[in-house]
T-cell receptor
Framework: DVKVTQSSRYLVKRTGEKVFLECVQD?????MFWYRQDPGLGLRLIYF???????EKGDIPEGYSVSREKKERFSLILESASTNQTSMYLC?????????????FGPGTRLTVL | SQQGEEDPQALSIQEGENATMNCSYK?????LQWYRQNSGRGLVHLILIRSNEREKHSGRLRVTLDTSKKSSSLLITASRAADTASYFC???????????FGQGTRLTINP
């Protein structure tokens, strides 16, 4: 059974803290994604990685960075957390392909920044 | 950038009725996908329809695609309480590796 796991379901941090969100997939997928989901705004892509050490900015990369040192792991980093980064964060993975690009999602991390 | 727009934003029906959700998009696509999200959870892939297909079925799900109108619909027949969730369409308009999600339709099935 395919699986994407995220390090925490709920996380509470203070303004200015450095925050790490970890995502691991066991499907040997090349692509991994970080989204944030906010009411009324749907899912917005933060960063995308198509290979180890490769990354591409999504629609809202400001205030975030990512790391992909191993194929199965993709980390999202909030260098200095701010209250407007309070959100649901979703990680996903998919195979590299031209015509079939179903994404598999983790359960999400609900981050609150105080 | 959000390409898909779902309609309606919220839908409430009685158990056993059919539920129809619509999705419109703006640019050409290779395929369109539908996902379900239960409250507070990740998204789960439901069905994919390719641009050269007009209709696809999976169990109680029926998806149609009209590329001339740039629209798709998801029909859930004989709805159940467990179908209560948000439903999102997603297109590969920004290249094959990325998906662009709509804002979703929140479906409530009343017992």
């Amino acid at each position: 059974d395919v699986k994407v796991t995220q390090s925490s379901r709920y996380l509470v941090k203070r303004t200015g803290e450095k925050v790490f969100l970890e995502c691991v997939q066991d499907m040997d997928h090349e692509n991994m994604f970080w989204y944030r989901q906010d009411p009324g705004l749907g899912l917005r892509l933060i960063y995308f990685s198509y290979d180890v050490k490769m990354k591409e900015k999504g629609d809202i990369p400001e205030g975030y960075s990512v790391s992909r040192e191993k194929k199965e792991r993709f980390s999202l980093i909030l260098e200095s957390a701010s209250t407007n980064q309070t959100s649901m964060y979703l990680c996903a993975s998919s195979l590299m392909g031209l015509t079939y690009n179903e994404q598999f999602f983790g359960p999400g991390t609900r981050l609150t920044v105080l | 950038s959000q390409q898909g727009e779902e309609d309606p934003q919220a839908l409430s029906i009685q158990e056993g009725e059919n539920a129809t959700m619509n999705c419109s998009y703006k640019t050409s696509i290779n395929n369109l996908q539908w996902y379900r999200q239960n409250s507070g959870r990740g998204l789960v892939h439901l069905i994919l329809i390719r641009s050269n297909e007009r209709e696809k079925h999976s169990g109680r799900l029926r998806v149609t695609l009209d590329t001339s109108k740039k629209s798709s619909s998801l029909l859930i027949t004989a709805s159940r309480a467990a179908d209560t969730a948000s439903y999102f369409c997603a297109t590969d308009s920004q290249g094959a590796q990325k998906l662009v999600f709509g804002q979703g339709t929140r479906l409530t099935i009343n017992p």
